[in-house]
Structure formats: C-alpha cells, structure tokens
Nanobody, 118 residues
Framework: QVQLVESGGGSVQAGGSLTLSCAAS????????MAWFRQAPGKEREIVAT????????MYVDSVKGRFNISQDKAKNTMYLQMNSLKPEDTGMYYC???????????WGKGTLVTISA
C-alpha cells in the first residue's frame, strides 16, 4: 500500500480558501489514480475529485466544480486540493486516497478536518 498523509485542514469563514496537501510515499502504479474524499458529520463519505493519467485527467463532483482544483506534483509525490469560495456545506473530514484505478482506491490517509463557518 501507499502511505498517505494529509495536511492543510483548518477552520475558515464562508467565502475563504484552503489548500489541502497529500504526501504519498511513492508515485507508482499503486497511485496512478489519486483522489480526495470527504465525509460530513452524519453523512456518508463522498468523492470530491480525482486526478489520473499522469495528471492529465481530472474529475470533480458537481458541488465543487468551479471552486476546487485538484493537482499533483509528481516530483514531490504530493497531491493538492485548492478550495476556494468555501461554503458551510464543505465542512467535513477530507481524506486522500490512491489506487491503480479510480474506481478502486486501495490506500487511504487518516484525514484532515475542514470546518467552514457561516
């Protein structure tokens, strides 16, 4: 498995920005697809964004399109999630995940908490 460590969470007011980072222990076929998931209190975990095909392919859930940007620095084995125009409904634990394919994540980080106040 790939070891993943998230950072960058915090508390901001609505309209603010945060950038999450996910440091991976390796960049290999095991991390060919990387993703951000989130889980709000009392809700199921949902996918937020994915990046694959050496960074050439990205996907976003509709609720974050135009506000979030996923990227990766392969030289640093790090993935980022730039989050702008944050809303209270973006509050939750954000998890980094990786896998050979985007529909089968095999490695997970422990999460970083994002709290957005109105």
């Amino acid at each position: 498995q790939v070891q993943l460590v998230e950072s960058g969470g915090g508390s901001v007011q609505a309209g603010g920005s945060l950038t999450l980072s996910c440091a991976a222990s390796e960049y290999s076929y095991r991390s060919a697809c990387m993703a951000w998931f989130r889980q709000a209190p009392g809700k199921e975990r949902e996918i937020v964004a994915t990046i694959s095909n050496a960074g050439r392919s990205t996907m976003y859930v509709d609720s974050v399109k135009g506000r979030f940007n996923i990227s990766q620095d392969k030289a640093k084995n790090t993935m980022y999630l730039q989050m702008n125009s944050l809303k209270p409904e973006d509050t939750g634990m954000y998890y980094c995940a990786a896998g050979p394919l985007c529909y089968g994540m095999t490695s997970w980080g422990k999460g970083t908490l994002v709290t957005i106040s109105a």
